[in-house]
């Protein structure tokens, strides 16, 4: 079975300052991966995805992922942060046959003026 | 276009009580799911059906039950309800075709005093 790890809980950044959360994941194969945004009080939104071709994936509101097969990892960054992007992120996994997500723990997100 | 929607929003019950949280979705998704969140451990699955008239187990089933009414609905029941499940409750849902994106509803915060 897959799973992930999310080694940061909480990290602090300054707006404008860029910002990377790592995802480290467990899979024998090639797995679907995927990172989310939670907003205080709002379910999960999808920032984006990976399932093939490129290594590094574009998404919504500035965020792109890169996916590193010798490391396991799936690794969220941001070049500028801004005061909207306090919130919680998901790092998730999917099995090439499997319809199930598997969730990381989580990292809040806190941008200080 | 709603997307996924979920009933209730908020609803406290007393320790025993039994109810049933309603998940609708309007995008012909073939898999449903049911995800609970709790603090530091990111979301978990509960119960999913990955077509009409199928459901099975995730990684958290135990006191919780499940019916996939028709292809839209997929309803959560707690029958006899513990302060262990003081949660928020997620549904989700996906089609069929790879990587299996999982769109999710605004969530139910779910207290059991």
């Known amino acids: 079975a897959q799973s992930v790890t999310q080694p940061d809980i909480h990290i602090t950044v300054s707006e404008g300052a860029s910002l990377e959360l790592r995802c480290n994941y467990s899979y024998g194969a090639t797995p679907y991966l995927f990172w989310y945004v939670q907003s205080p009080g709002q379910g999960l939104q999808l920032l984006l995805k990976y399932f093939s071709g490129d290594t590094l994936v574009q998404g919504i509101k500035g965020f792109e992922a890169e996916f590193k097969r010798s490391q396991s990892s799936f690794n969220l960054r941001k070049p500028s942060v801004h005061w909207s992007d306090a919130a919680e992120y998901f790092c998730a996994v999917e099995g090439s046959n499997d319809y199930k997500l598997s969730f990381g723990a989580g990292t809040t997100v806190t941008v200080r003026a | 276009n709603a997307g996924v929607t979920q009933t209730p929003k908020f609803q406290v019950l007393k320790t025993g009580q039994s109810m049933t949280l309603q998940c609708a979705q309007d995008?012909?998704?073939?898999?449903m799911y049911w995800y609970r969140q709790d603090p530091g451990m990111g979301l978990r699955l509960i119960y999913y059906s990955a077509s009409e008239g199928t459901t099975d187990k995730g990684e958290v089933p135990n006191g919780y039950n499940v019916s996939r009414l028709n292809k839209r609905e997929f309803s959560l029941r707690l029958e006899s309800a513990a302060p262990s499940q003081t949660s928020v409750y997620f549904c989700?849902?996906?089609?069929?075709?790879?990587?299996?994106?999982?769109?999710f509803g605004p969530g139910t915060r779910l207290t059991v005093t």
């Open positions: 989700a849902s996906s089609d069929n075709i790879p990587p299996y994106e999982q769109y």
């Open positions: 995008m012909n998704h073939n898999s």
